[in-house]
């Protein structure tokens, strides 16, 4: 994956993917999904409920992530953070929703899984969307080569 000029390729690593919430920092249904992909091999970055779609965005940026997902958030939301986005440079990141009205209008290119959706599958999908390429199975779970601890789950 490359993001804004890193220009590193992320082929054959783990998926590494941004969760926010929408109802609360602790938001029930983030936390789920955030250790449900880890669990699938994801590495997770857990945000909390953003302040604005700027600052998704920038941690977006920040982390270096192949995906970035809300748990039923609303649609407009994540326009805004693809948006900004896409006027860093970042057009390489797979956006999702979990959950959220089916009748909901999404940006084009954003995947919506259903509240249930097997973790393997959403990790699948991402790995497909977001330009990983690796079918290899996920590295066990490390520290961070930075030592950090980041918004991990744990």
Do not use: C, I, K, Y
């Amino acid at each position: 994956m490359t993001t804004g000029g890193s220009g590193t390729g992320r082929v054959a690593e783990r998926l590494r993917v941004v969760v926010a919430g929408t109802e609360a920092p602790a938001d029930p249904r983030a936390v789920a999904l955030a250790r449900a992909l880890r669990d699938a091999g994801a590495e997770v970055v857990l945000t909390g409920v953003p302040r604005s779609a700027g600052q998704l965005a920038a941690t977006v940026v920040q982390e270096d992530a192949d995906a970035v997902g809300l748990a039923g958030a609303p649609p407009g939301l994540l326009a805004d953070v693809l948006e900004r986005l896409s006027g860093a440079g970042v057009d390489d990141v797979a956006a999702f929703v979990l959950g959220g009205p089916e009748d909901g209008n999404l940006p084009a290119g954003v995947r919506r899984f259903a509240d249930g959706t097997p973790p393997d599958e959403v990790v699948a999908a991402l790995h497909r969307a977001g330009g990983t390429g690796s079918a290899a199975p996920a590295p066990a779970p490390g520290p961070r080569p930075d030592g950090g601890a980041g918004g991990r789950v744990p």
